[in-house]
């Protein structure tokens, strides 16, 4: 072997600007995301779920290896800095901004309205700008893409738009010359400074670190040699280093192998003659994609290459599988048996082998699953060998996911099987997703042989042999064993389907031979506007939205530390709710140097709560757990450290002891009804008919429906978790919470620290989400970090880690109901009767009941209805308001309700909402529902999809219209200030809502702009702050924007007014004349306005809306994919319709991960299983609507809004529950076919995901016929 360099710096370019980085400075575990954020004060990139699930750390890599340059995205989160040795990286900053130009791809994403709370742009910029440079792509290739970047807020219509006006094949196509350049750069000729020459690195080196050693080596033999003489020192093969992603991070080996550059691992031959392909160990997943899809083209014994393509473009995400490799991959199985591992599938299926090499360089050749019973220790993956299979080979793979991309498998299936004719000479069926042990289904492999298939016998007698050796195993959060089997099972029929010959299966059953075939997805967003008014009305882009693109925009995590700068981290109680806290010991967390502090709740100088009384709520929430433990994982005390991570790996090691809990925690509120627990369930209103005292039922009761419905939790998923700085003042604090309500935070901290409100100065500048989330809840972090800043006199910095958050943070009120509906020929209801029960945890501060009755009341005719609201006390963490809070569930339960009479009288559903409806309260419900029959085209598509249901039988599709009114509640108050400067008339605003993404700062500026006449670049909105704006209320329920403004207006008035008799005397003066003689007249220049619900004017009023949604089945698996969606909202005359629009798309789209994707599955308990982006899954940008439809009706002025405007951030996310209700009316159909005595429809309990439909298919394998 050569010996390797000693290297004391590492070496890396960041946008152009070489950084050396002391090994002593940063350690493996050190990722790039934390050097860029931490040491280079590179904060555009983001992070936050630091596993590789959200994209929000993605940055664009430079590498030249071979002589060749690439560029491509990582995610700088699972990436460690001894990894960059070399590389040069591209950033958000680095690649345009205000100093310089901002990057084509900034702008377009910004000019498309491709923003919201902006805390995803710079990863999605980063994808498409490495996507980009990577060479031409198709719109297809681009929608693609994206599946490792969530978005929260947009709904990902407008960044798709954006985005794809890059395309090769866009009608749009633009050609961006900058990233052109960055291709020119070729070895010698570079245009960026590098002080080291591309072939330097051919040699190996090392870096001697305090714990261990970094190796880089070139050579498979300098590789061996390394294991050969370490001993018995532990090691560990860097790849791609993504594994980390999936299982944690490992204990520090002592020596870290950097394998990335192996020429022999990472290159590949391919030979015609011996027909065979033999792949680098460590060949990345993106370079297997390009490979195989060449060579599946150009030979056809390799023709299934392009079946594996497809199938490895479904695991993970870009970046990811930009530098995760095939090894990589196969030793997380090795290693994790259970991991439903897609490589695996797909080379056990195809027979691949494994050329696994030891130190003294003997090879052997393995199956994969030999390989899983190998000792691995000190033996390397040094090939993967593919055969060809000739034309008497049929093949398929299967990866069924509970959302279209970035996930793990739910079943993954694969098989190969060898013809003659139709007889079956060898068969291979394996399985992912089963259990550990379980791989091939061997039985149905032997019973295959010299069978002819295509025969319903011969398939019944498979089916039955799977059924019999599928064993599913029960391992939550994974989906239940029937299901599994279920699937594993229709998958093979599915398989069958696609082989068969053409004249042997019946033309109903031949479309569920094949998967749902996503198109590229479009969109419809109509408006109409007043040109007069403008800038009022005016369809502008966010004014934040370049700043945001190009990673400018500042969220709290971003602000520098400052010197002395502490972290904080919770502690948590790991154990179920009524188990005692008998002991703490801190010792060995306060030992490791860097760690500061541990504190309590004997700490607390004031309030042990961050929901004080004099904060007005009703019930005292601890801050730390006082002793009896109420919720797994509730905090107990925090750790203080000089950085984040100490904090957080400190805080694991504070041992806390417990005594046994007193009984099983109460996790539902079933659970609650089952144990008739009558102290946990709170009466709230009982809704009575107008008619009392007489007989309220109607008297044509011709059939009586009873059901329940239950729909769970849903976790907020704002992009920025929850956390707060903290910095001491001379006379308190400064605070810097991710609050929604400065004055929750204020009054909690004073209560806490037992020191005057006036103390403590709130400053907000934007929020990076906050759905509800952060409306009392970032109490609990502003107040701990607050704690420690106060009694250590430094700052502190405090952000949840994604688990922690989701572990700790209560989520969207699960609502259970149980009803009786007596109801007419027709549908119409004589009478119901029904009970709701919301689930509030350990909560109670945030009330919902009156929004709840609201829209489970709906547009309907309520006069023959009799219902009760309840509030349910279980042992979880308390739940709190989520976007349209107890009106998203209000609304489905009564929806759902509508969609079950119809199913059961054998009506459309439409027809039943429609006659229920009160039309003379509600006349504008019934215009839209006209409106939408047409610019929906709803008859004609109700016919084709009964053709459709009729033709197959194994995809069905599905309509649903859901019709809102949904009442906006006023009981809010906002302070506005706005100050006009004299030197040049340019006007500050701040206020009192807080910029959460959706685009209250843009609408401040238009209208303020609009009120004085003036551009709205003569407009700046600061961030918010307290003393400005004192006493607030928080920013949510949809009415904060159109409330701001209304104070905006009034404080505007008061300057107008106080200016007038200065302009009377002038002659027609500029803006700029006016406020300098303003000025010089002793005119005061600022004035505050106020709103609340006592002000003038100020009135609840509707927001209606009306929806359409059509999807499509794969009966045999469970999946559905949105077909088209067509909203009409009504927003009265809106202020700014682009923003409008975005809220309608983000908030539906937050809805289709409520009712299809998102679960929270706690044990036995009471601990969250599904915490990670791995388990817990918003949708994904190939989740929305293929068409996404969106209309706002012209001339529906609202004649008590404020300037004629209607809110809009909530009620869209309400309509949403069309999409589980189509998903039902597409399962009737199936249903029905599968068992005619069964009832078409099926309840709601919980989501509607691919188990849930699946399992409600009626699917039997009897059905399963060609
Ligand atoms: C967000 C996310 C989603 C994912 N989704 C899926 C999915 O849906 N399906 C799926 O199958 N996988 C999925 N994965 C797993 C992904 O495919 C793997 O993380 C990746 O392939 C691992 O490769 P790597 O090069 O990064 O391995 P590394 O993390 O670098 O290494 C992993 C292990 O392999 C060992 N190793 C590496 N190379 C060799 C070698 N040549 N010989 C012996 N040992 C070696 C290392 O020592 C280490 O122990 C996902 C991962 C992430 C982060
Ligand atoms: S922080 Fe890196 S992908 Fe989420
Ligand atoms: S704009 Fe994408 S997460 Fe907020």
């Not at 394996?430 to 379980?438: H, K, R």
């Not at 693109?549 to 520098?560: N, V």
């Not at 700085?725 to 909690?748: F, I, K």
């Not at 009156?850 to 309520?862: A, G, K």
């Amino acid at each position: 072997m050569e010996s390797l360099s000693l290297l004391k710096r590492l070496k890396l370019h960041v946008s152009g600007v070489e950084y050396t980085v002391s090994t002593a400075d940063v350690t493996p575990d050190t990722t790039l995301n934390t050097y860029l954020r931490e040491k280079v004060h590179l904060t555009g990139t983001k992070r936050m779920c630091l596993e590789g699930g959200c994209g929000s750390c993605i940055v664009a890599v430079e590498e030249t290896i071979n002589d060749e340059r690439k560029i491509f995205a990582v995610n700088s989160c699972l990436v460690s800095i001894f990894s960059c040795h070399g590389w040069k990286i591209h950033t958000i900053e680095g690649i345009g901004g205000p100093a310089t130009k901002y990057h084509p791809i900034q702008t377009i994403l910004a000019d498309n309205n491709g923003t919201q709370c902006g805390f995803c742009s710079p990863g999605m910029v980063m994808n498409m700008y490495a996507l980009y440079a990577s060479g031409p792509k198709t719109q297809a290739e681009i929608e693609d893409s994206f599946g490792g970047n969530i978005c929260r807020c947009t709904g990902y219509r407008p960044i798709l738009t954006a985005f794809k006006k890059l395309a090769s094949d866009s009608d749009e196509a633009v050609t961006l010359e900058d990233i052109e350049d960055v291709k020119i750069c070729q070895k010698g000729n570079c245009t960026k400074v590098c002080n080291e020459k591309c072939d330097e690195k051919k040699n190996g080196y090392y870096f001697g670190l305090r714990e261990s050693k970094w190796m880089k080596v070139y050579h498979l033999k300098d590789l061996l040699e390394i294991l050969r003489t370490s001993g018995s020192a532990t090691y560990m093969l860097v790849a791609g280093n993504t594994a980390r992603g999936v299982y944690g991070s490992k204990p520090h080996p002592d020596i870290y192998i950097d394998v990335t550059n192996v020429d022999e691992l990472t290159s590949y031959t391919f030979s015609e003659v011996d027909d065979t392909l033999v792949l680098g160990g460590n060949f990345t997943l993106t370079n297997a994609i390009q490979l195989f899809s060449k060579i599946s083209k150009e030979n056809k014994n390799f023709a299934y290459l392009s079946d594996v393509e497809e199938h490895i473009n479904l695991i993970a995400n870009v970046p990811v599988r930009n530098i995760g490799t095939i090894a990589g991959n196969l030793m997380i199985k090795y290693n994790h048996n259970e991991f439903p591992s897609n490589i695996f599938l797909l080379l056990e299926t195809y027979n691949a082998v494994i050329v696994i090499v030891d130190v003294e360089e003997n090879e052997s050749m393995v199956s994969p699953q030999q390989f899983l019973q190998l000792n691995m220790a000190k033996r390397v993956i040094k090939h993967i060998i593919f055969n060809g299979y000739d034309s008497s080979y049929r093949f398929k793979t299967y990866k069924i996911m509970p959302r279209a991309q970035n996930t793990h498998g739910l079943v993954n299936a694969g098989f190969l099987l060898k013809f003659n004719g139709q007889t079956v000479v060898s068969a291979r069926i394996v399985y992912g997703g089963i259990s550990s042990e379980f791989v091939h289904a061997t039985k149905a492999e032997n019973f295959l042989k010299g069978i002819r298939l295509f025969d319903n016998n011969v398939l019944q007698s498979v089916y039955q042999i799977l059924d019999d050796e599928i064993r599913p195993d029960y391992v939550l959060p994974d989906s239940s064993p029937e299901f599994r089997k279920l699937l594993a099972i229709s998958l093979f029929y599915k398989f069958v389907l696609n082989i068969a010959p053409q004249d042997v299966v019946s033309s109903r059953n031949k479309s569920g031979g094949s998967i749902l075939d996503r198109p590229v997805s479009t969109g419809v967003q109509e408006f109409g506007t007043n040109k007069k008014n403008y800038p009022l009305g005016q369809p502008i882009i966010k004014v934040e939205a370049l700043a945001q693109t190009s990673g400018q925009a500042q969220y709290i995590a971003d602000i520098p530390d400052l010197p002395n700068q502490l972290f904080a981290a919770f502690v948590t109680a790991k154990a179920s709710a009524s188990s005692q806290i008998v002991s703490i010991n801190t010792a060995a967390a306060l030992n490791i140097k860097g760690v500061v502090a541990y504190f309590g709740k004997d700490d607390v100088p004031g309030e042990n709560t961050f929901t004080p009384r004099m904060g007005g709520f009703p019930v005292q929430e601890e801050l730390f757990c006082e002793g009896k433990v109420q919720y797994f994982d509730q905090p107990i005390g925090i750790i203080v450290a000089d950085s984040h991570d100490l904090a957080v790996k400190a805080a694991e090691l504070v041992e806390v002891k417990y005594s046994k809990p007193d009984r099983k925690p109460y996790l539902t509120i079933i659970d609650v009804l089952r144990a008739k627990d009558t102290s946990r369930i709170h009466h709230q209103t009982s809704v009575v008919p107008k008619s009392k005292g007489k007989c309220w039922f109607g008297t044509d009761t011709r059939h009586v429906i009873k059901g329940d419905f239950y729909i769970g939790m849903q976790y907020h998923f704002h992009m920025e978790v929850q956390c707060c700085n903290v910095v001491p003042t001379e006379d308190g604090l400064d605070l810097y919470p991710s609050t929604q309500w400065m004055d929750s935070a204020q009054t909690a901290c004073s209560s806490v620290l037992n020191i005057p409100m006036s103390r403590i100065n709130v400053h907000v500048r934007r929020l990076g989400g906050g759905f509800g989330g952060k409306i009392t809840r970032n109490a609990i972090v502003s107040t701990a970090a607050a704690l420690a800043a106060y009694k250590l006199k430094k700052p502190v910095k405090m952000w949840m880690p994604l688990e922690k958050n989701m572990n700790v943070i209560g989520k969207r009120y699960p609502l259970y109901a149980t009803y009786e509906v007596g109801v007419n020929a027709k549908g119409v209801i004589q009478y119901l009767k029904a009970d709701l029960y919301s689930d509030f945890g350990v909560g109670g501060n945030e009330p919902i009941d009156s929004v709840l009755i609201d829209l489970f009341e709906n547009c309907y005719d309520i006069s023959r209805w009799a219902f009760s609201t309840y509030v349910v006390a279980t042992d979880t963490h308390a739940n709190c308001y989520t976007r349209a809070p107890g009106t998203v569930e209000g609304l489905c339960c009564i929806d759902s309700i509508m969609e079950h009479i119809a199913h059961s009288l054998d009506l459309d559903a439409a027809d039943v909402k429609r006659v229920n409806t009160n039309e003379t309260k509600f006349p504008e419900v019934v215009r839209f529902w006209n409106d939408m029959q047409t610019w929906g085209d709803v008859p004609n598509r109700k016919k084709d999809i009964q053709a459709f249901n009729k033709a197959n039988r194994w995809k069905k599709r599905g309509m649903s219209i859901v019709p809102m009114a949904w009442t906006l509640e006023v009981n809010f108050n906002y302070t506005v200030m706005v100050s006009i400067f004299h030197g040049d008339g340019s006007v500050a605003v701040s206020h009192g809502g807080i910029e959460v993404g959706q685009g209250i700062n843009t609408k401040v500026i238009q209208v303020c702009a609009y009120r004085f006449g003036i551009p709205m670049t003569k407009v700046s909105v600061k961030p918010s702050y307290n003393v400005i704006a004192p006493n607030c209320s928080t920013t949510g329920g949809s009415a904060t924007s159109e409330s701001v403004c209304y104070a905006l207006l009034r404080a505007c008035d008061v300057l107008l007014e106080r200016m007038k008799p200065i302009r009377e005397k002038m002659k027609n003066p500029t803006w700029e004349e006016l406020i300098k003689k303003c000025f010089d007249s002793n005119i005061q220049l600022t004035a505050s306005g106020f709103y609340s619900e006592d002000e003038p004017g100020i009135k609840e009023y509707y927001i209606y809306g009306i929806c359409v949604t059509e999807v499509e089945l794969d009966v045999l698996t469970g999946q559905n994919q949105i077909l088209r969606v067509d909203i009409i909202e009504d927003v009265g005359d809106s202020m700014s319709p682009l923003i409008d629009i975005g809220q309608v798309e983000g908030a539906f789209v937050m809805g289709i991960g409520y009712y299809t994707t998102e679960e929270i599955i706690f044990d036995g308990q009471g601990e969250i299983l599904t915490n990670r982006t791995w388990n817990y899954r918003p949708p994904g940008a190939k989740d929305i609507p293929i068409n996404f439809r969106i209309k706002f009706p012209e001339n529906t002025p609202n004649p008590v809004g404020v300037l004629k405007s209607k809110a809009v951030a909530e009620p869209p996310i309400c309509i949403s529950c069309s999409v589980p209700l189509a998903i039902r009316n597409a399962l009737a159909s199936a249903r029905e076919e599968a068992d005619e005595s069964k009832p078409k429809w099926y309840s709601f309990n919980g989501p509607t995901t691919v188990e849930n439909t699946l399992s409600n298919s009626l699917n039997d394998y009897q059905q399963y016929v060609l």
